[in-house]
């Protein structure tokens, strides 16, 4: 393992006397004592012209410093040469702003331009680069998007010179729509300039290495080299606490979370925390419980609520009042704030409820601990008093063991692998219209191969490329010349030219409620709705009627079954090693030592129920009318078994947390058909046959996609063999 390397050391050495003397100079008048050494490595890496690299390291451990000091150097010993040098990409408007500062402080001292480039600079700004194009260029893969498609017959002149493409944040980049986009943006880039860029991926959540350096660079046509830093690895300080909400509170529904409120007031008061709450309604409900806290206190307000609802000026005004740190603030957020901008140093992480995935609690602990200080994180989870009607999985605990489950595996250095199943049809379309509109007309031979031989979409079989041009033709996007030649038709146009089209992704749509003709409520709808699925809301449990994708609604009826069990996640589907540490600590007579006194209890009572129902030794299990079958697996696997029974006749199948649940079946039969299921696997995309009702269009572009294609991409991103 290498070692830091001071600066004085440094002076000596052949990586330090490679950067360029300004840039020496610069490092020695920020009064470093040391380079990290993260920094270290990657000026051998980046004066390396001929390599990807990809630099993974904790929360402000120097990436960005350690990408651009080489970098920076390289250009100041190249300064004849015209054009932008380097391309800085990344997910966040807010952190290209924040980048925006930290790259001009190091920037200005060789003379060098750094520029932005997204909706919020002028146009005069964005003229003015176009016709003196230098220096660095910080943007959003929309707004490349856009400078492809409004200036794609300027992009040699604009980017001929370039050297180095920088994305930061990867982690949130990779098995993601918009991710897909970043690969074929940057492929067709390369393809434009005849030659391929050197990639530099930063990131500080990643759970394998290697797979990540396939999403850098699919063709694989330049090496990658892998920095991982685990030098000034922070320690830890965590606790998991563990409440019982009393039986009063859970039939009345009020106060539950005023132990959890109160704990927080008293540990976060007068130091600057981010308190993460999972959803918008519990970031809302927990900013007016603590503040009520403090006027009640006689105390100056210090929380503030951060999500994606509230307008730019209240997120910016929490942003600087944590970057600030004039008075104690603690932001209580959605995911919002799990990366991003640099907020200075945060004292602890509170986690409210079960996060929704190991790297994403990896993400949010990364923004505490700073400056040589371990990370503080605090877990709140509430399990309800249990009574001789308690369904059977609030026995077991499931949030609890789920949320140990994720710090066992984040204590192990675990991370999820990013999911390569997707097909992403929706940007592929997106890919076509915007490569048509940026050379004026192609040929689909030439789409074939900018877009599949030399692109992103290098999965994508022949007859669902042309299955998705004739779906364009369609829809009246797109028309053919006498000589082949494919040009946006009328609608292509309209689409292409809208601002929205620039961006791959869509939030989820909120799809109407209905029952019996009333209106029940709306429902961000991002994961399989189809007849027969049992959803909770209001409080409620509800039976899938129908499902209308073109007016939105879903149409429901009550269920028969009564009080629903808690869910968790929200929403997220959980890995199979997840899972299968939840069977691990069930089996267990150890106690993690993080859990407080009643963690403890808690967790010793699901482990009493766990083997009183003999899941020790069995997976099918029944009670009452319920057959429960554990098979331990993905989440996508475990939706999978829910169409195989329900295509069995067991139409009232569901999942819920680590289970089956399966209402009114025959106990002997569930059991033989789950030992069959065990050993004779299936391809789910033969299960979608009573789902054709199912709201099939998840993406943005997804009603121009063939119905076949989108059960394809349905199936990959939900179901797994």
């Known amino acids: 393992m290498n070692l830091p390397l001071s600066v004085s050391e440094a002076s000596n050495s052949q990586a330090f006397e490679k950067l360029h003397p300004k840039v020496q100079k610069w490092i020695w008048d920020k009064g470093w004592d040391e380079l990290r050494d993260i920094q270290e490595r990657a000026i051998y890496a980046l004066l390396n012209e001929q390599q990807d690299v990809i630099l993974a390291a904790a929360t402000a451990s120097g990436k960005t410093e350690a990408a651009f000091i080489p970098i920076s150097s390289r250009m100041a010993y190249e300064s004849d040469l015209v054009g932008v040098r380097a391309l800085y990409l990344s997910p966040l408007k807010a952190l290209i702003n924040d980048q925006f500062s930290r790259l001009t402080d190091l920037f200005q001292v060789l003379d060098i331009p750094v520029h932005r480039w997204h909706g919020d600079v002028s146009q005069h700004h964005k003229t003015k680069l176009l016709k003196q194009p230098t220096g660095i260029l910080l943007m959003t893969p929309e707004s490349l998007e856009a400078l492809f498609i409004r200036h794609g017959q300027s992009l040699r002149r604009l980017f001929g010179n370039l050297n180095a493409v920088v994305i930061d944040e990867l982690h949130a980049f990779i098995g993601t729509e918009r991710g897909c986009q970043l690969q074929s943006l940057l492929a067709r880039l390369e393809f434009a300039l005849g030659r391929q860029i050197p990639r530099v991926g930063l990131s500080a959540t990643l759970g394998d290495m290697a797979l990540a350096a396939t999403f850098l660079r699919p063709d694989g046509l330049l090496p990658c080299q892998l920095i991982q830093s685990h030098l000034n690895q922070q320690g830890l300080k965590l606790q998991l606490r563990g409440t019982r909400l009393a039986a009063k509170e859970q039939e009345q529904q009020a106060d539950e979370d005023a132990d959890v409120i109160e704990h927080l007031y008293t540990h976060l008061c ?18 007016d419980g603590l503040n009520q806290l403090c006027r009640q206190r006689c105390a100056p307000e210090e929380f503030v609520a951060h999500h994606g609802s509230l307008s730019k000026e209240l997120r910016e005004d929490a942003e600087n009042r944590l970057k600030e740190q004039a008075q104690p603030v603690s932001a209580v957020c959605t995911s919002t704030l799990e990366m991003g901008i640099d907020i200075g140093q945060v004292h602890s992480i509170a986690q409210i409820g079960s996060p929704p995935s190991v790297a994403s609690l990896r993400q949010r602990l990364g923004r505490s601990g700073r400056r040589g200080e371990p990370a503080i994180l605090r877990v709140y989870v509430s399990e309800s008093t249990l009574t001789p009607k308690s369904p059977l999985l609030d026995r077991l605990r499931p949030h609890l063991v789920q949320t140990c489950a994720l710090l066992e595996l984040l204590l192990q250095g675990w991370c999820e692998p990013p ?22 007309g192609l040929k689909a031979a030439q789409l074939w191969q900018m877009l599949v031989v030399q692109g992103a979409f290098k999965d994508l079989i022949q007859s669902d490329f042309l299955a998705l041009l004739r779906s364009l033709g369609e829809h009246e996007l797109i028309t053919q010349m006498q000589n082949g030649t494919l040009l946006l038709d009328r609608k292509g146009e309209q689409l292409v030219n809208h601002y929205s089209f620039y961006a791959a992704f869509q939030t989820p749509e909120e799809y109407r409620l209905v029952s019996d003709g009333r209106t029940l409520g709306s429902l961000p709808v991002d994961m399989p709705v189809y007849p027969e699925l049992v959803l909770i809301f209001g409080g409620r449990r509800w039976v899938v009627l129908s499902v209308d994708d073109q007016a939105k609604v879903i149409e429901l009826r009550p269920s028969a079954s009564g009080v629903p069990p808690k869910f968790g996640g929200g929403g997220a589907l959980f890995h199979g090693k997840v899972r299968q540490e939840m069977r691990k600590l069930y089996l267990s007579e150890e106690l993690p030592v993080y859990l407080n006194a009643g963690g403890r209890e808690l967790l010793q009572e699901a482990r009493s129920h766990f083997y009183s129902l003999g899941l020790n030794q069995k997976q099918v299990i029944q009670e009452g009318q319920s057959i429960f079958v554990f098979p331990w697996c993905s989440d996508k696997a475990l939706l999978t078994l829910v169409l195989r029974f329900q295509q069995a006749g067991y139409s009232q199948t569901w999942s819920e947390w680590m289970a089956l649940h399966i209402e009114k079946g025959s106990f002997a039969h569930v059991e033989e058909l789950w030992s069959d299921f065990q050993e004779n696997l299936v391809e789910p995309l033969t299960l979608l046959g009573h789902l054709e009702a199912a709201n099939l269009q998840a993406e943005k572009h997804d009603a121009f996609v063939p119905v076949e294609l989108l059960k394809k991409e349905f199936v990959a991103r939900y179901f797994e063999g």
Do not use: P, W, Y
């Open 270 to 287: 007068g130091k600057t925390n981010l308190i993460f709450a999972n959803s918008r309604s519990n970031v809302e409900m927990f900013t």
């Open 419 to 440: 999911d390569k199943s997707r097909f992403h049809f929706s940007t592929c379309v997106q890919q076509m219209l915007s490569l048509i509109a940026q050379q004026g």
